[in-house]
Each structure stands twice: as structure tokens, then as C-alpha cells.
């Protein structure tokens, strides 16, 4: 509903900050400063020190935040991939058949992510697909549970193309192949990196069902996250959540811009 008074744009103003503020700026910030702290014996943290982001900027928790940015970057690929290719295919197939992938792909996300954690475990845990133990495994997974999120975004896009393009295309005698990747992935650009943006920060701040499958060598960094604050170290837990929002927010800043030039070509 739009608002046109100066006075009723003061007020939706008041209510956004009123909102905001404590249910999202504000952990937020508690997390910021905490960052910071040696101590939090009162009202304001104390002792503030940056020794925190010193060591998580490097060693095991560097290691630990570049095997995020590649699970990331792998698991939204192959999503990215499956996902276009299949809501291509379910428009292809008519209203029945894009329900039936539309349930089949809403699958790991209608149940806890624990469970797809579990399910891959024990799916790929035999011959000939032994996974298990290494980082592949964790690539699948986060595919698996961030796949739905990108043939959604691109399903959506299919249905809202204007065919008139295709056709004009194809009556210039373009091949179907040419059509595709000419006309049709091209004019998806904007809900392809979309859906990329999305699928990256899902697969960034995925921990239930990474905590069933990481091998040690490749561990991500929300699991860096979980185990420093279980034992206690909740100063520097937060100093690793900052760096991992802060790497987030780059990449999807950086997608967004990628976005904004595809929208306007």
C-alpha cells in the first residue's frame, strides 16, 4: 500500500525501525561487538582487542573460510546446472510434468536438513559411489539441499519468458541448440544469477547436515563456528561469523552487480 503523506511515511519509517532493529540489526551488532571483546560482564563488552580476527584470518580458520567459498561456489554451480536444466525440461513437459519436478525438487527442503545429511551418508557410503570421507560428499549435499532454491527462481523466469523471441529466432532458421543459448539463457541471465546469489549464501551458512559429512581435512567454516563457541570461546566464534557475513555479503554484492548489467542489456 503506497503512502503518500509525509506524516504516514514518518510512521511506516517508525515502523520499519521499530521492527528492524532488535530482529535483525541488533544480533547482528551483539555479534559485532562481541567480536571485539575480551569480556561481557555488564551492559557493554570490555577489553577490546582485534586479536580475535588475527587468528581467524588465518591458519585453520583461513583454510576453513576458502573450504566455504569452494563448497559454496561448487554446490551452486551443480545446482545452478541441475536446476535450469530441469525447470527447461518441466516447461517443456507442460503443467504435469513441471509439478512433478517441482515436488521432486522440493523434496530436501519440505524435511530437515539433518535428514538429506543423513541420506547422502548413507547412499554414498557403499560401492561403487564411496564418497564418504571425502570432500564430494559435502559438495552433494549442499547441492542437494540448495538445488530447489535455483529451479524455483529459474522455473519462475521460464513461465514469465515472452515466446515471441524463440519464435522469431527460430523462423530466422536458428537451431533449437542456437535458440538456447542464444535467446533463451540469455533473457534468464537476471534469475540465473539470482538464483546463484541464493544458492551461495544457503550453502555459506549450511552446518546440520555439513556436521554429518565433513572429513577433517575439509572442514567449513560454520563447523569452525559451532566448535569454538561449544567449547566456550564465544569471543572469537564471533570474530569467525563476522568474517563469514563479511565474505557473504562481498560475494553476493558482487552477484548482484553481475545481476543489475544483465537486467539492462
Known amino acids: 500500500m503506497l503512502v503518500h503523506s509525509r506524516k504516514g511515511k514518518w510512521a511506516v519509517w517508525a515502523l520499519f525501525l521499530v521492527l528492524f532493529l532488535p530482529l535483525f540489526a541488533l544480533p547482528l551488532l551483539v555479534v559485532l561487538a562481541a567480536s571485539f571483546a575480551t569480556n561481557w560482564?555488564?551492559?557493554l563488552p570490555s577489553g577490546l582487542t582485534a586479536g580475535h580476527y588475527a587468528a581467524a584470518t588465518r591458519?585453520?580458520?583461513?583454510?576453513?573460510?576458502?573450504?566455504?567459498l569452494v563448497t559454496?561456489?561448487?554446490?551452486?554451480?551443480?545446482?545452478?546446472?541441475?536446476?535450469t536444466w530441469a525447470a527447461l525440461a518441466g516447461h517443456a513437459l507442460g503443467r504435469r510434468g513441471r509439478r512433478v519436478l517441482d515436488t521432486l525438487f522440493m523434496l530436501p527442503v519440505a524435511v530437515p536438513s539433518v535428514v538429506v545429511g543423513l541420506a547422502v551418508l548413507v547412499a554414498f557410503s557403499q560401492p561403487p559411489m564411496l564418497l564418504n570421507g571425502t570432500r564430494w560428499i559435502v559438495f552433494l549435499a549442499h547441492a542437494v539441499l540448495v538445488t530447489a532454491f535455483a529451479h524455483q527462481s529459474v522455473?519462475?523466469?521460464?513461465?514469465?519468458?515472452?515466446?515471441?523471441?524463440e519464435q522469431a529466432a527460430a523462423s530466422l532458421g536458428a537451431r533449437p541448440s542456437t535458440v538456447l543459448w542464444r535467446v533463451r539463457l540469455p533473457l534468464l541471465l537476471p534469475s540465473l544469477t539470482a538464483a546463484a546469489g541464493l544458492c551461495f549464501a544457503l550453502s555459506m551458512g549450511e552446518l546440520s547436515a555439513t556436521m554429518m559429512l565433513y572429513p577433517p581435512d575439509w572442514t567449513p567454516?560454520?563447523?569452525?563456528?559451532?566448535?569454538?563457541?561449544?567449547?566456550?570461546?564465544?569471543?572469537?566464534?564471533?570474530a569467525l561469523a563476522v568474517v563469514l557475513m563479511t565474505a557473504t555479503v562481498l560475494v553476493l554484492s558482487a552477484v548482484s552487480r553481475i545481476r543489475t548489467r544483465a537486467s539492462y542489456r
Open 41 to 43: 560482564s555488564g551492559a
Open 59 to 68: 591458519g585453520e580458520s583461513l583454510h576453513a573460510l576458502t573450504t566455504s
Open 72 to 83: 559454496a561456489v561448487t554446490a551452486s554451480a551443480l545446482a545452478l546446472l541441475v536446476g
Open 155 to 165: 522455473s519462475a523466469a521460464v513461465v514469465r519468458l515472452d515466446p515471441a523471441y
Open 221 to 238: 567454516l560454520p563447523v569452525r563456528i559451532y566448535a569454538a563457541t561449544d567449547r566456550g570461546a564465544l569471543f572469537t566464534g564471533s
